[in-house]
């Protein structure tokens, strides 16, 4: 698998998850993608205390993000790959993409 094999994925996902114009993702999905949808839920939400089970749930989640992005320019074509189809359904699961 190459880079632009990734990127292909990337780019797909991300028109998946955000949506695209003219045929083009918004955005792609990456690892610092996912960080920045987990960070900008949990400052969105406040402190409230019926949304401290989200904010948890995020929290949770934005340290997973952090340990994939650590490890993620380290993985081979192949399992960075496999990390994108997991930060997608991540996000889609967690109600972070926009489509």
Do not use: W
């Amino acid at each position: 698998m190459s880079s632009s094999d990734v990127g292909e994925i990337s780019d797909t996902l991300g028109g998946l998850c955000f949506g695209e114009e003219d045929g083009r993702p918004l955005q792609q999905i990456t690892p610092q993608v996912g960080l920045q949808r987990i960070e900008d839920s949990i400052l969105q939400l406040g402190s409230s205390l019926q949304l401290s089970n989200i904010i948890n749930d995020l929290e949770e989640l934005l340290q997973i993000f952090i340990a994939i992005q650590n490890q993620y320019s380290s993985l081979s074509h192949y399992q960075q790959s496999i990390k994108l189809f997991e930060i997608f359904r991540m996000l889609k699961d967690a109600n972070l993409c926009t489509i």
